[in-house]
């Protein structure tokens, strides 16, 4: 991910720093239902961009399944 | 907006020597959009007059983000298939872009003119999904809404200089909105000030009115078109800031207003993700199709 001198705050590039790096992020956000949605499908996005599930894996859960 | 306000910022904008103004092209397809009677060859020879224009209304119009079946290949096929009112829009996007040029010597800048456009094109296509979302009439009205919403931030950055540094500088370090340090240092905000950019564009009240309340649309009483349109360009603003797309001036989520919520009958969305994602296709649609180089 970009970091741009501009940025207040390095996008996360580890799991552990989404958490930190979302409370700063909507810290005036407000505690609308609307927005902890938002917040926790970014949250979401996020780890699976940082650790993205192994290609295959969803597969081979579905054809051990199949097979039983 | 406050008297004193309008005051300030007619200041500032009468400072600036040389106010941006619209191609006249961009007036001649305004005045056949306000008449009806106006032939569409008056129409297309006035914008095939302008090249640039042209190429970049039939690169738009054959995005997929338009999802126009037909290839058009001519401004008359364009007028003919895309209708006048949307083409306007589409006319009065490109004529904006063409005022605030890309700078490439600004990626170190607090406030590269690249960053602001990405954050204007992700607004543009989030108000107009949410706009389809919620059975808005005109969908694509709200895409140049979202256009231009932040207007009013490139004629500062443009015609501030320093001044407008020191205010992102100030908004960092004390974890501010830039509206609230634009308000304390300045007497007025990007939104007041595109508000009169617009009123001296004289472009539609509608914009006029979403460029310059979209931060606390709460405030405002107009009709039910005005306030949904508001409605959606607030929430919209809100989803492109959390998604780190381009740049607003700050780094925060803004407290989305729960008026607008109801408004728009935003239930919590079960598909949140789902609804980012068409965003982020749509976003580089409109990036290839708005700031393409080729």
Same mark, same amino acid.
């Given at each position: 991910m970009a970091?741009?001198?501009y940025?207040?705050?390095?996008?996360?590039a580890?799991?552990?720093?989404v958490?930190?790096y979302l409370d700063?992020?909507?810290?005036?956000?407000g505690e609308h239902?609307?927005m902890k949605?938002?917040?926790?499908?970014?949250?979401?996005?996020?780890?699976a961009?940082?650790?993205?599930k192994?290609?295959?894996?969803?597969?081979?859960?579905?054809?051990?399944?199949?097979g039983? | 907006?406050?008297e004193q306000v309008r005051?300030?910022?007619q200041?500032?904008?009468?400072?600036?020597?040389q106010?941006?103004?619209?191609?006249?092209?961009?007036l @001649? $397809?305004?005045?056949?959009?306000?008449?009806?009677?106006?032939s $569409?060859?008056?129409l297309?020879?006035?914008?095939r007059f302008d %090249?640039?224009?042209?190429?970049?209304l039939l690169?738009?119009?054959?995005?997929?983000?338009f999802?126009? #079946?037909?290839k058009?290949?001519?401004?008359n096929?364009?007028i003919?298939?895309?209708?006048?009112r949307e083409l306007?829009?589409?006319?009065?996007?490109v004529?904006?872009m063409?005022?605030?040029?890309?700078k490439?010597?600004?990626t170190?800048?607090?406030?590269p003119a690249k960053?602001?456009w990405e954050q204007?094109i992700?607004?543009a296509?989030t108000?107009?999904?949410?706009?389809?979302m919620?059975?808005?009439p005109?969908?694509d009205?709200?895409?140049?809404a979202?256009?231009?919403?932040?207007?009013?931030?490139?004629?500062e950055?443009m015609?501030l200089?320093d001044?407008?540094?020191?205010?992102?500088?100030?908004? #960092? %370090? /004390?974890?501010?909105f830039?509206?609230? $340090?634009?308000?304390e240092?300045?007497?007025?905000?990007?939104?007041?000030v595109? /508000?009169l950019?617009t009123?001296?564009? %004289?472009?539609p009240?509608?914009?006029?009115?979403?460029?310059?309340?979209?931060?606390q649309? /709460? #405030?405002?009483?107009?009709?039910?078109t005005?306030?949904d349109a508001?409605a959606i360009i607030?929430v919209?603003?809100?989803?492109?800031?959390?998604?780190? $797309?381009?740049?607003f001036?700050d /780094?925060?989520?803004?407290?989305?207003?729960?008026?607008?919520? @109801? #408004?728009?009958?935003l239930?919590?969305w079960?598909d949140m993700?789902?609804?980012?994602? @068409?965003?982020?296709?749509e976003y580089? %649609?409109?990036?290839?199709?708005?700031?393409?180089t080729d």
């Amino acid at each position: 991910m970009a970091t741009w001198k501009y940025l207040w705050w390095e996008l996360p590039a580890k799991a552990e720093d989404v958490a930190p790096y979302l409370d700063k992020k909507f810290a005036n956000a407000g505690e609308h239902v609307w927005m902890k949605l938002l917040r926790t499908a970014l949250e979401n996005r996020m780890l699976a961009a940082i650790n993205p599930k192994p290609v295959g894996s969803v597969d081979k859960v579905t054809d051990n399944k199949k097979g039983a | 907006m406050d008297e004193q306000v309008r005051t300030r910022v007619q200041e500032f904008l009468g400072s600036v020597t040389q106010i941006p103004t619209l191609p006249d092209v961009y007036l @001649k $397809v305004k005045k056949a959009f306000e008449d009806p009677s106006m032939s $569409v060859e008056y129409l297309s020879d006035a914008i095939r007059f302008d %090249q640039a224009l042209t190429v970049s209304l039939l690169r738009l119009a054959n995005s997929p983000l338009f999802g126009y #079946r037909a290839k058009i290949s001519s401004i008359n096929q364009a007028i003919m298939l895309i209708g006048l009112r949307e083409l306007y829009s589409l006319v009065l996007s490109v004529s904006v872009m063409g005022l605030f040029p890309i700078k490439e010597d600004e990626t170190k800048s607090l406030y590269p003119a690249k960053k602001y456009w990405e954050q204007s094109i992700a607004t543009a296509v989030t108000a107009r999904s949410l706009a389809t979302m919620v059975n808005y009439p005109r969908p694509d009205e709200l895409f140049v809404a979202g256009l231009i919403h932040d207007i009013g931030i490139l004629m500062e950055k443009m015609y501030l200089g320093d001044k407008f540094v020191a205010i992102c500088e100030k908004a #960092r %370090q /004390q974890n501010k909105f830039l509206i609230d $340090v634009e308000a304390e240092e300045l007497g007025f905000t990007h939104a007041e000030v595109g /508000q009169l950019l617009t009123e001296n564009w %004289q472009f539609p009240p509608l914009l006029i009115m979403t460029t310059g309340h979209h931060h606390q649309p /709460q #405030r405002i009483k107009e009709d039910a078109t005005v306030m949904d349109a508001l409605a959606i360009i607030h929430v919209a603003e809100a989803i492109v800031r959390s998604l780190d $797309v381009g740049w607003f001036g700050d /780094q925060f989520v803004t407290p989305v207003d729960l008026d607008s919520i @109801k #408004r728009l009958h935003l239930v919590p969305w079960t598909d949140m993700e789902t609804i980012i994602s @068409k965003i982020e296709k749509e976003y580089k %649609q409109a990036i290839d199709a708005l700031m393409s180089t080729d």
